[in-house]
């Protein structure tokens, strides 16, 4: 397989102006016929026009209604070449047979539980039709789809319905126009069984938009949820960047079998079910959230993706960046307490070539321009970036221009936030001088080398910072000695109590004047930058800044950063056979969360939750995940029984009777009830137990049932088994609750556990061709550090095996699987020639795809 470069970016030779596409839907076989006109770019050219397509069947091709000849074209397993096309616009029409009953990969036209779908992002649509599959061929569509309307009473396409009728032989077929150019990987088709959930949307030019989320008629109760997340989403864009939807009819169809979480196709989302169904009774918090989250995050890809697309895909975060951006600023849930890894489905956008970062990465850097330019600057820059480049394919550095341009700002070398690979180190040292009553910040920074990259320049990083008095109070900051210049930072001659740094050199000072007495400084507020921070502040400094800091990300972090030292020293003990002690402080420092009334429930949870093991593991030279694990479950137990009291009070005082809202208050409690209620789990004791079980039982939503399934499935015994039994009786019709069921079993750490998830396999609710099931329990068992690192090779040698056998069914899927193995460095001797010997087997493996070959082969170079 090649790999291929941006440097190597080529316009293409040919434009395609407009698609006419129809579609024979069959059982055993499907044609696609596609009608292109075509234009050279270069008036007069006729260099040879290159169409990829995958394992596609040619029946014909035709050039301006002639039948081509077979020695003016060229065909293999990924292209067709028409040698010499006519000089000047023509119109191309090829006809091919495809097999989508056998498409096992989800990619192209596929089927799931009966009904016909599409996923062409990112290079899916050859596996449809021959075309030149790069998102700067923008074309306008239509789709005329035929097919049995017994099995297939809908069909469904982009934008708007031209025409529908009946056939001969108990068919039917429907005609769809989209208005809008688009990049074929936002094509889409849907053909099946479905029933609508239907609504309107005015938008605030007063038009009427038709909204249908389409599913099985069995799951339509549960889609009201998602309904409401969209007319949020739609709303939301309105209010806060002025844009409106561009079309008359916006549908969502849900289905089971996807590789991600959701596609943006235009006007015709397609969803895993995953993120589009819920009740109370089957559906957690955390699922309620996503599925705002997603249907937001698609929704608002209409303007940032799709009216403006990507020029090629390494620009991938010039779309994805930009809109989890929005989708994390969107939504009445907004909270700024935002752990570093937000993990959702499009993250693990790999595989493909993504570019330098992931989308998470691209929001940040998106949100430094927020933080830079203000909320009215930013929508300046936003405003300019859609009037400059509606219906156009664009790169990163046209989205950086426009916000440079609107704002008349220079902003130095902010660009190499996207060429240059690595997380910055940010050191900052502090001095105060009573005397002069000045505190000074000095700042350092450095790029780590990459693989390609040796020597890095210097960044430019937005410090969002303030300082708290000895009352915790945040102090007037007024001007700042810089460069050699005294400048003001008051506004309007006021002072302010937090203001936003531009570091840019690999050293630089500040001076702040007028600072009556020494301050703890908080900085980098609301994660103002992407980068790793080493300030000299003591763990009194961070004790301070998590009982008083005003910024509550900062609040939050002061507490992790506690913790991850105190763990890190701990694990250390833990290595050189020291017996275990919890410093007091921490204990003291988290206790006073835990009792104050005055904090925000979701804030209290996530301050007393422990950060996660990969994380700690991340920051040891060699990560010993058994270590981590015993150092972690330690402090758990230990806190829970130095707290019990507390923790038992706030289980009790934040339960409730009353019926399952959807609101922060309520999510806050059950999040803080559930969060206690696992720590006393941890005791292993009589009463912890049978406080569980009484909450399993009483439980009346799928929030505090699983979370008190998974409280008790901690520990190992009769009780774990019987409640995991009931669990299973009582949902294994429903496929969505089933797979919670695999994945807390996936990731329990009772030593050992590889062999349950072996038998697992064998369930009759798992397939290895549900992707959502994989995620499950293969992705589950792959997250835990204890089984899938266990030291005698067993969790890696059945990572290796399911992976040269899921490559068959799902390259897709077996390569998100496979990523688990990329580290494989950081671990001991031992581990590494372990993990190695798996991927260089799964690397030797016969007809391995190209997907499972980059990132196996990646791994080992
Ligand atoms: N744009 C898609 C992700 C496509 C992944 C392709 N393998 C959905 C999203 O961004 O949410
Ligand atoms: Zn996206």
């Given at each position: 397989?090649?790999?291929?470069?941006?440097?190597?970016?080529?316009?293409?030779?040919?434009?395609?102006?407009?698609?006419?596409?129809?579609?024979?839907?069959?059982?055993?076989?499907?044609?696609?016929?596609?009608?292109?006109?075509?234009?050279?770019?270069?008036?007069?050219?006729?260099?040879?026009?290159?169409?990829?397509?995958?394992?596609?069947?040619?029946?014909?091709?035709?050039?301006?209604?002639?039948?081509?000849?077979?020695?003016?074209?060229?065909?293999?397993?990924?292209?067709?070449?028409?040698?010499?096309?006519?000089?000047?616009?023509?119109?191309?029409?090829?006809?091919?047979?495809?097999?989508?009953?056998?498409?096992?990969?989800?990619?192209?036209?596929?089927?799931?539980?009966?009904?016909?779908?599409?996923?062409?992002?990112?290079?899916?649509?050859?596996?449809?039709?021959?075309?030149?599959?790069?998102?700067?061929?923008?074309?306008?569509?239509?789709?005329?789809?035929?097919?049995?309307?017994?099995?297939?009473?809908?069909?469904?396409?982009?934008?708007?319905?031209?025409?529908?009728?009946?056939?001969?032989?108990?068919?039917?077929?429907?005609?769809?126009?989209?208005?809008?150019?688009?990049?074929?990987?936002?094509?889409?088709?849907?053909?099946?069984?479905?029933?609508?959930?239907?609504?309107?949307?005015?938008?605030?030019?007063?038009?009427?938009?038709?909204?249908?989320?389409?599913?099985?008629?069995?799951?339509?109760?549960?889609?009201?949820?998602?309904?409401?997340?969209?007319?949020?989403?739609?709303?939301?864009?309105?209010?806060?960047?002025?844009?409106?939807?561009?079309?008359?009819?916006?549908?969502?169809?849900?289905?089971?079998?996807?590789?991600?979480?959701?596609?943006?196709?235009?006007?015709?989302?397609?969803?895993?079910?995953?993120?589009?169904?819920?009740?109370?009774?089957?559906?957690?918090?955390?699922?309620?959230?996503?599925?705002?989250?997603?249907?937001?995050?698609?929704?608002?890809?209409?303007?940032?993706?799709?009216?403006?697309?990507?020029?090629?895909?390494?620009?991938?975060?010039?779309?994805?960046?930009?809109?989890?951006?929005?989708?994390?600023?969107?939504?009445?849930?907004?909270?700024?307490?935002?752990?570093?890894?937000?993990?959702?489905?499009?993250?693990?956008?790999?595989?493909?070539?993504?570019?330098?970062?992931?989308?998470?990465?691209?929001?940040?850097?998106?949100?430094?321009?927020?933080?830079?330019?203000?909320?009215?600057?930013?929508?300046?820059?936003?405003?300019?970036?859609?009037?400059?480049?509606?219906?156009?394919?664009?790169?990163?550095?046209?989205?950086?221009?426009?916000?440079?341009?609107?704002?008349?700002?220079?902003?130095?070398?902010?660009?190499?936030?996207?060429?240059?690979?690595?997380?910055?180190?940010?050191?900052?040292?502090?001095?105060?001088?009573?005397?002069?009553?000045?505190?000074?910040?000095?700042?350092?920074?450095?790029?780590?080398?990459?693989?390609?990259?040796?020597?890095?320049?210097?960044?430019?990083?937005?410090?969002?910072l303030g300082m708290l008095n000895?009352s915790g109070k945040d102090l007037p900051l007024?001007?700042?000695?810089?460069?050699?210049?005294?400048?003001?930072?008051?506004?309007?001659?006021?002072p302010v109590y937090s203001t936003?740094?531009?570091?840019?050199?690999?050293?630089?000072?500040?001076?702040?004047?007028?600072i009556?007495?020494?301050p703890v400084p908080s900085?980098?507020r609301?994660?103002?930058?992407?980068?790793?921070?080493?300030?000299?502040?003591?763990?009194?400094?961070?004790?301070?800044l998590?009982?008083h800091d005003s910024d509550?990300?900062n609040?939050?972090?002061?507490?992790?950063?506690?913790?991850?030292?105190?763990?890190?020293?701990?694990?250390?003990?833990?290595?050189?056979?020291?017996?275990?002690?919890?410093?007091?402080?921490?204990?003291?420092?988290?206790?006073?969360?835990?009792?104050?009334?005055?904090?925000?429930?979701?804030?209290?949870?996530?301050?007393?939750?422990?950060?996660?093991?990969?994380?700690?593991?991340?920051?040891?030279?060699?990560?010993?995940?058994?270590?981590?694990?015993?150092?972690?479950?330690?402090?758990?137990?230990?806190?829970?029984?130095?707290?019990?009291?507390?923790?038992?009070?706030?289980?009790?005082?934040?339960?409730?009777?009353?019926?399952?809202?959807?609101?922060?208050?309520?999510?806050?409690?059950?999040?803080?009830?559930?969060?206690?209620?696992?720590?006393?789990?941890?005791?292993?004791?009589?009463?912890?137990?049978?406080?569980?079980?009484?909450?399993?039982?009483?439980?009346?939503?799928?929030?505090?049932?699983?979370?008190?399934?998974?409280?008790?499935?901690?520990?190992?015994?009769?009780?774990?088994?019987?409640?995991?039994?009931?669990?299973?009786?009582?949902?294994?019709?429903?496929?969505?609750?089933?797979?919670?069921?695999?994945?807390?079993?996936?990731?329990?750490?009772?030593?050992?556990?590889?062999?349950?998830?072996?038998?697992?396999?064998?369930?009759?609710?798992?397939?290895?061709?549900?992707?959502?099931?994989?995620?499950?329990?293969?992705?589950?068992?792959?997250?835990?550090?204890?089984?899938?690192?266990?030291?005698?090779?067993?969790?890696?040698?059945?990572?290796?095996?399911?992976?040269?056998?899921?490559?068959?069914?799902?390259?897709?899927?077996?390569?998100?699987?496979?990523?688990?193995?990329?580290?494989?460095?950081?671990?001991?001797?031992?581990?590494?020639?372990?993990?190695?010997?798996?991927?260089?087997?799964?690397?030797?493996?016969?007809?391995?795809?190209?997907?499972?070959?980059?990132?196996?082969?990646?791994?080992?170079?």
């Amino acid at each position: 397989p090649k790999e291929i470069f941006l440097k190597d970016y080529k316009l293409p030779d040919y434009y395609f102006e407009t698609v006419d596409l129809s579609f024979a839907l069959g059982e055993e076989k499907t044609l696609v016929n596609s009608k292109i006109t075509v234009s050279p770019r270069v008036e007069g050219s006729s260099s040879p026009l290159v169409l990829d397509g995958h394992d596609l069947k040619l029946l014909s091709i035709k050039i301006n209604g002639n039948g081509l000849k077979d020695a003016h074209y060229q065909v293999d397993s990924r292209h067709l070449t028409i040698l010499s096309p006519p000089s000047g616009a023509f119109t191309l029409e090829i006809l091919t047979e495809i097999y989508p009953h056998k498409n096992t990969s989800l990619e192209g036209l596929y089927k799931s539980t009966g009904n016909f779908c599409t996923q062409c992002e990112a290079e899916g649509f050859r596996n449809i039709t021959f075309f030149q599959d790069r998102p700067d061929i923008m074309a306008k569509y239509t789709c005329r789809i035929e097919a049995d309307k017994l099995l297939y009473p809908v069909l469904l396409s982009n934008g708007n319905l031209l025409e529908q009728g009946e056939l001969e032989g108990g068919k039917h077929f429907a005609l769809w126009e989209d208005p809008f150019k688009k990049p074929c990987y936002l094509f889409a088709l849907v053909a099946g069984q479905l029933e609508s959930r239907d609504d309107t949307f005015v938008t605030r030019s007063g038009r009427n938009v038709q909204l249908r989320i389409w599913t099985p008629a069995e799951d339509l109760s549960k889609t009201a949820h998602a309904m409401y997340s969209l007319k949020a989403a739609m709303k939301w864009d309105e209010d806060v960047f002025g844009l409106e939807y561009d079309l008359d009819l916006f549908n969502i169809v849900a289905v089971p079998d996807f590789n991600m979480g959701a596609m943006e196709n235009k006007s015709l989302n397609i969803f895993n079910s995953k993120l589009v169904l819920a009740s109370p009774e089957t559906a957690s918090d955390a699922d309620y959230d996503a599925i705002l989250g997603v249907i937001g995050h698609e929704y608002f890809h209409n303007w940032t993706g799709n009216r403006v697309t990507c020029r090629d895909w390494f620009q991938l975060s010039l779309k994805e960046g930009l809109t989890v951006f929005r989708d994390q600023d969107a939504g009445p849930m907004a909270h700024p307490v935002r752990p570093h890894s937000y993990i959702k489905m499009d993250n693990f956008y790999t595989g493909v070539r993504e570019g330098l970062f992931s989308s998470f990465l691209g929001a940040e850097v998106v949100r430094m321009y927020k933080t830079l330019l203000g909320s009215e600057g930013f929508r300046k820059g936003m405003d300019l970036y859609f009037k400059r480049h509606d219906g156009q394919a664009v790169t990163c550095e046209d989205f950086f221009a426009a916000m440079r341009d609107a704002n008349g700002v220079d902003f130095a070398n902010f660009l190499l936030w996207y060429s240059q690979a690595g997380t910055p180190i940010v050191k900052v040292a502090s001095s105060y001088n009573a005397e002069a009553k000045t505190f000074s910040l000095k700042f350092s920074q450095e790029v780590p080398p990459t693989p390609g990259q040796p020597i890095k320049e210097p960044m430019f990083i937005p410090v969002a910072l303030g300082m708290l008095n000895s009352s915790g109070k945040d102090l007037p900051l007024t001007s700042v000695f810089h460069d050699g210049m005294l400048q003001s930072i008051a506004s309007n001659g006021e002072p302010v109590y937090s203001t936003v740094l531009r570091v840019t050199k690999k050293e630089e000072e500040f001076i702040f004047s007028d600072i009556t007495e020494k301050p703890v400084p908080s900085l980098f507020r609301g994660y103002s930058a992407p980068i790793r921070l080493e300030a000299d502040l003591s763990d009194d400094d961070l004790f301070f800044l998590l009982a008083h800091d005003s910024d509550e990300f900062n609040r939050w972090e002061a507490g992790q950063l506690l913790a991850r030292n105190l763990m890190l020293t701990l694990v250390a003990d833990f290595q050189q056979n020291k017996p275990l002690v919890l410093n007091p402080k921490f204990v003291q420092g988290l206790k006073s969360i835990l009792i104050d009334s005055s904090l925000d429930k979701e804030f209290i949870a996530k301050a007393i939750t422990l950060p996660g093991e990969g994380e700690i593991m991340d920051m040891m030279k060699v990560a010993d995940p058994d270590a981590v694990h015993a150092v972690r479950s330690f402090i758990r137990k230990q806190l829970a029984s130095e707290l019990r009291a507390e923790l038992l009070n706030t289980v009790k005082n934040n339960r409730s009777s009353e019926a399952y809202e959807f609101n922060h208050p309520n999510m806050a409690r059950r999040a803080l009830k559930n969060i206690a209620l696992a720590y006393l789990a941890s005791l292993q004791d009589e009463e912890s137990a049978t406080l569980a079980l009484n909450e399993y039982k009483s439980a009346t939503n799928m929030t505090d049932q699983f979370a008190a399934l998974a409280a008790i499935a901690q520990n190992p015994g009769k009780t774990r088994e019987e409640v995991l039994a009931d669990f299973y009786n009582k949902w294994q019709d429903n496929f969505l609750v089933v797979n919670k069921w695999f994945a807390l079993q996936a990731r329990a750490d009772i030593p050992g556990n590889v062999e349950n998830v072996r038998n697992l396999l064998n369930h009759p609710a798992f397939d290895l061709r549900n992707p959502n099931k994989v995620y499950a329990l293969i992705g589950g068992f792959a997250g835990s550090p204890v089984n899938f690192h266990a030291k005698d090779g067993s969790g890696y040698k059945f990572l290796g095996e399911i992976v040269v056998q899921l490559d068959k069914i799902n390259p897709q899927v077996a390569s998100r699987m496979v990523s688990a193995f990329s580290r494989w460095r950081r671990y001991d001797e031992t581990r590494q020639s372990l993990a190695k010997a798996q991927l260089e087997m799964i690397v030797s493996a016969n007809g391995l795809s190209e997907n499972v070959f980059e990132i196996a082969s990646k791994s080992l170079a």
